[in-house]
């Protein structure tokens, strides 16, 4: 329930969409990836590999809540016009990808779920700031209402959004490529095919409902229309350009740790994930 793996999620979008905008940036980053850790220590360092691949079906179990889980968030994501709620959402896609990994039980599937536990961790804390920013700054966080002028005032804000959106579509040399890249070939290596699929289809979904958003931010013209005092759930506080400092920096950052993570993955992988592989793997 804690990992809001399909179908435990119910609680999962609501908790990030009403929660204030700087909350959602905390829960969203660490609260499902504890839950992940203690599945992984549970499974693999309790249990052991043998008795939950052989000894009784969690795995199987898991492998298919997880892919439902990522195909059911990605097209619910699609169909928000909230940019929290959609985040939401598609948190519920994410978290889907590290329980495929944890349920292929092969290194490659380990390696690829531990480090999308933390790619996902940066991504979504980068993006839920982004909504942060956005709300002080305009008031809201209307999908709809997106146009060309948030680029021209917010432009490192946007910027951080679009960095952190390509890499949860999983496209190289950030972050996101090379997580979806190891549990790919954990699906190749246990002949999955279905499962690999779902990760493909799913990547496309993920490209539909961030690239909206860019195509919004970076192609549509303002329609002229005043943007409403008091939308969204937070109060309205408009600013003409980029909020202060201590709200742009921090998705500056995660907007470069997700491409110096996407640079040095093997580093990562060989000294920090590997020597973590549990026994019998």
């Not at 179908?7 to 999962?12: E, F, Q, T, V």
């Not at 905390?26 to 850790?37: E, H, N, R």
Request: charged share 10%; aromatic share 12%.
């Amino acid at each position: 329930i804690k990992m809001a793996i399909f179908p435990l999620h119910g609680w999962l979008p609501d908790a990030y969409t009403l929660a204030p905008s700087t909350s959602s940036a905390l829960i969203a980053p660490i609260g499902t990836k504890v839950a992940s850790y203690i599945l992984i220590r549970t499974l693999f360092f309790v249990y052991g590999v043998d008795l939950v691949t052989e000894g009784i079906p969690v795995t199987t179990i898991l492998r298919w809540l997880s892919a439902i889980g990522i195909i059911y968030g990605s097209i619910l994501a699609i169909a928000q016009s909230e940019l929290k709620r959609m985040l939401a959402y598609s948190s519920i896609a994410q978290i889907g990808y590290i329980g495929l990994g944890i349920s292929m039980a092969n290194p490659l599937g380990f390696i690829g779920a531990v480090l999308h536990v933390l790619n996902h961790a940066f991504m979504k804390a980068c993006l839920f700031l982004v909504a942060a920013n956005l709300r002080t700054q305009v008031g809201h966080s209307d999908i709809s209402r997106f146009d060309d002028s948030y680029r021209v005032k917010m432009p490192w804000t946007m910027a951080a959004f679009t960095t952190a959106a390509i890499s949860m579509v999983g496209l190289p040399p950030l972050a996101g490529f090379f997580s979806k890249w190891y549990l790919a070939l954990a699906t190749i290596e246990n002949s999955q095919w279905v499962f690999l699929a779902v990760i493909l289809i799913s990547s496309l979904l993920n490209a539909v409902y961030f690239f909206r958003v860019i195509e919004k931010v970076y192609m549509k013209s303002p329609s002229g229309v005043a943007d409403d005092a008091g939308a969204g759930n937070d109060p309205a506080q408009f600013g003409s350009g980029e909020p202060t400092s201590s709200m742009v920096i921090p998705v500056l950052v995660f907007a470069a740790a997700l491409l110096l993570i996407g640079i040095f993955n093997a580093l990562i992988v060989t000294t920090l994930i590997q020597p973590m592989m549990p026994p019998g793997m």
